[in-house]
């Protein structure tokens, strides 16, 4: 990930939000600038410094978009805003209406490592304390430990990681895409596994696919003999 100052990513968190409310394809240097209340011509200047970065796309008169890796970033902001909410509420006891102040200021202050282990130390929250819905995707994925689908316990939800070919094109046929965040809801006794993904959907595991799946686990509960050194 880029090293970006913090008004630089809440330019890119602005314009992913317009883009997300509106219908059009390019957001307005106005919009931008009422959105952060700022005066247009410093908009238009931070704006030209994000397109050098090819973080945005910019034409003068088009408006404003985010490139690629534009919207990589601010997802991560946005991730990184939410799931400090959730933990201020879960883990400290914050009311939800105390939040997103200090939650302002610590979503910039975290690097992905520090969110991908928070998002992970809470059991992969779907939602912030206010409904809205957390990134699922991994901004920061190295040192993972993972273990097979078959090692996984009930009730507890992973994040699939890696698939065989086998795996995925059994998913293939079932119209399934990875990866998901899912839950082991049920071992039945021919070893076969039922899971629920992250959108209800759930989803019968066969006995002979249950090396073909590897998870990973919340951080807080990896076994140390599971370790991958
Ligand atoms: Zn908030």
Not at 42 to 54: H, N, Q
Request: aromatic residues 8%; charged residues 30%.
């Amino acid at each position: 990930m880029l090293k970006l100052s913090k008004n630089e990513q809440d330019y890119l968190k602005s314009i992913y939000m317009i883009e997300n409310n509106e219908t059009k394809t390019a957001v307005s240097i106005h919009l931008i600038a009422k959105k952060l209340a700022v005066s247009s011509p410093s908009a238009t200047e931070m704006i030209k410094r994000l397109a050098k970065k090819e973080l945005v796309d910019y034409a003068p008169y088009h408006g404003v978009s985010l490139t690629n890796s534009g919207e990589i970033q601010a997802r991560f902001i946005i991730k990184s805003h939410r799931v400090w909410e959730t933990f201020l509420v879960d883990e400290l006891g914050y009311s939800s209406e105390e939040v997103h102040d200090e939650a302002e200021n610590l979503e910039h202050a975290s690097s992905p490592k520090m969110v991908e282990y928070l998002y992970a130390h809470l059991g992969y929250p779907e939602t912030d304390p206010h409904g809205s819905k957390i990134p699922s995707e991994l901004f920061w994925k190295k040192n993972r430990v993972e273990i097979t689908l078959k090692q996984a316990q009930k009730e507890k939800r992973y994040y699939i990681t890696t698939l065989s070919s086998k795996a995925k094109s059994y998913f293939q046929k079932l119209q399934v895409e990875f990866p998901h965040l899912i839950k082991v809801i049920e071992c039945l006794e021919d070893q076969s596994m039922l899971i629920k993904e992250d959108n209800g959907k759930i989803i019968l595991i066969p006995k002979f696919l249950e090396e073909d799946i590897y998870v990973m686990q919340r951080v807080g509960e990896v076994d140390p003999a599971l370790k991958r050194m």
